[in-house]
């Protein structure tokens, strides 16, 4: 299996900007996905294909790469983006998630 | 406004089984594939099973091949699945998801889920 590697956790001020990484341990072409999970909830679509911004997502929110490295950015973080964030890829079978970053606001 | 709610989680013995219904409003269900992900507790997501439009085609993860299955009835807009032979590695949180497969297949909405503890 595709297996995808995130940072576990990341702490930022209001008003940052914030880079969440993920990595692929094979090519996944542009087929990757980040979903947002706060606590309590289930997650929510942000990111389809690499960086195409799900309805209703805030401007705020944008992805990019491609092949094995990929990025979620938010910019500026505003408090209520505190969640866990995952990434998931399509391209390989079966699809799979990485393990979250858990973004923390200072 | 799509909504999808997950319902039949409980607390069972290892080796019985149960069965997870979700009921979806807002949507044509018929034009979607669907799917099941679980997430254990403090743990990732996973993707457990997906179903075609009119259920002819079904996948699994390895996993869960031969225990689960998957079903869909579109006259009722509902969604199922059918765990058998649970183990103790089964219990988590199970929710029903849209599968998009433009892009090769992501989840766009998502129900709250319904929680699945297997332990004697």
Not at chain 1, 66 to 70: A, E, I, L, N, V
Not at chain 1, 82 to 87: E, K, M, N, R, S
Not at chain 1, 98 to 101: D, R, Y
């Given at each position: 299996d595709t297996v995808l590697t995130q940072s576990p956790a990341l702490a930022v001020s209001p008003g940052e900007r914030v880079s969440i990484s993920c990595r692929a341990s094979e090519g996944v072409n542009s087929y990757m996905h980040w979903y947002q999970q706060k606590p309590g909830q289930q997650p929510k679509l942000l990111i389809y294909k690499a960086s195409n911004l799900a309805s209703g997502v805030p401007a705020r929110f944008s992805g990019s790469g491609?092949?094995?490295?990929?990025t979620l950015t938010i910019d500026p973080v505003e408090a209520d983006d505190?969640?866990?964030?995952?990434?998931q890829q399509s391209w390989n079978d079966p699809r799979t998630f990485?393990?979250?970053?858990k973004l923390e606001l200072k | 406004e799509v909504q999808l709610v997950?319902?039949?989680g409980g607390?069972?013995?290892p080796g019985r089984s149960l069965k997870l219904s979700c009921a979806a409003s807002g949507f044509t269900f018929s034009d979607y594939y669907m799917a099941w992900v679980r997430q254990a507790p403090t743990k990732g997501?996973?993707?457990?099973?997906?179903?075609s439009?009119?259920?002819g085609s079904t996948y699994y993860r390895d996993s869960v091949k031969g225990r689960f299955t998957i079903s869909r009835d579109n006259a009722k807009s509902s969604l199922y699945l059918q765990m058998d032979s649970l183990r103790s590695e089964d219990t988590a949180t199970y929710y029903c998801t849209t599968l998009q497969l433009r892009s090769r297949g992501y989840?766009?909405?998502?129900?709250p889920g319904t929680m699945v503890t297997v332990s004697s």
């Open positions: 491609s092949g094995t490295d990929f505190t969640a866990t964030y995952f990434c990485g393990g979250g970053t | 997950e319902s039949g607390l069972v013995q997501l996973e993707w457990v099973a997906s179903i439009y009119d259920g989840f766009d909405f998502w129900g």
